[in-house]
């Protein structure tokens, strides 16, 4: 597990515990520590710079229900409005020191995502249909998003022009990722040319989701995920202008004071209640004491890690996850954990 240099986990945090009829394993407290960790240097990066973040989508509905994690979450979702991502792009960089990492098409064009991720070295967070020879980085992360301005009806999600982009972009970079796995890499020159064609596609698709950038209007949303969350994410630039600290876990986030009419429309008028709802992340494997890269470096064939549709089908249950967690042995070998069934693999 990363030191704690931002942030102050007491003891008890990392003791099994039951929420909502759901165990939290110990394993799993370690990775909300880390996210915690990365949280609270971000939130110091934030104001050093004056930019406003808030907590958003399960993060938001765990912090307003419960004071802390989702039991059954294993990600953490903040927001910037745009000007002030744009900021933070340009500034991350420098003040993001080892052992964190920033992770977005600037840094990464094989991320594939118009959003950044904060990742964190000595930790492993890979989901099923990322593989192990994959140029980016695999620690466990924090998402932040930019929340564009927006005009209620005139999709991004529906824009033929965005989701060519998409396409294009998609398509340069699994070409490369293909190269990778079957042995056939570039040569420096050729892929030097293939980054900076992939970088400038994504560009163009952030380009066309930042097109009201200019507009007089006051709608926001969360563009460049997908339809759905497009439209239950969408907002009014008041219901974030004021944003307070609230309890959670063993620290405090920030939420915004507009978070019932937010919650309410992205997850309806019982979002109280608590419902064990599918991943956007399907399977998971995700550690805090392995680093990804001894994940890369053994024989784990993650062909073989159960898809969503499977697990769903295998396990009987709605929930669309499931966790792998590892560590390595005396012996050097790394052991990896499905539910009861453990597997011994070379490191």
């Not at 599918?278 to 001894?294: E, G, L, W």
Request: proline share 5%; charged share 30%.
């Amino acid at each position: 597990m990363i030191p704690f240099k931002y942030s102050n986990p007491p003891e008890s945090f990392f003791e099994e515990e039951t929420r909502n009829d759901y165990t939290i394993s110990p394993e799993m407290k370690k990775v909300w520590a880390t996210q915690i960790e990365i949280l609270k240097k971000f939130e110091s990066v934030c104001e050093k710079y004056g930019l406003r973040y808030w907590a958003e989508g399960g993060t938001l509905l765990g912090t307003i229900r419960g004071d802390g994690y989702i039991p059954w979450d294993d990600d953490m979702d903040l927001c910037l409005l745009r000007e002030d991502y744009d900021k933070f792009i340009e500034v991350a960089p420098s003040e993001f020191e080892a052992p964190f990492f920033i992770q977005n098409y600037h840094t990464q064009p094989l991320f594939g995502k118009l959003f950044t991720r904060i990742r964190v070295d000595g930790t492993a967070q890979i989901t099923s249909h990322q593989y192990p020879h994959e140029e980016y980085h695999q620690g466990i992360f924090v998402d932040v998003f930019p929340i564009d301005k927006t005009i209620p009806g005139e999709l991004l999600q529906g824009n033929k022009e965005f989701n060519h982009a998409i396409m294009r972009a998609r398509m340069y970079g699994n070409s490369h990722i293909w190269r990778l796995r079957t042995g056939r890499e570039a040569d420096l020159e050729e892929w030097s040319a293939q980054r900076e064609m992939i970088k400038g596609l994504w560009s163009q698709c952030e380009a066309l989701a930042t097109r009201f950038r200019n507009e007089d209007t006051d709608w926001i949303t969360n563009l460049i995920i997908n339809r759905d969350l497009e439209e239950k994410t969408l907002k009014k630039f008041e219901h974030v202008e004021s944003r307070s600290p609230h309890p959670f876990e063993y620290t405090t986030i920030m939420v915004p004071d507009g978070y019932e009419y937010m919650l309410e429309t992205q997850y309806g008028k019982d979002w109280r209640i608590p419902q064990q709802l599918p991943s956007y992340h399907r399977s998971m494997f995700i550690n805090a004491d392995v680093d990804f890269r001894t994940i890369r470096n053994s024989r784990v064939n993650y062909r073989q890690l159960p898809s969503a549709r499977q697990l769903k089908m295998r396990m009987n249950r709605a929930l669309d996850k499931v966790e792998f967690t590892a560590r390595i042995k005396n012996d050097g070998t790394l052991e990896i954990c499905q539910g009861n069934n453990l597997e011994d693999t070379k490191k």
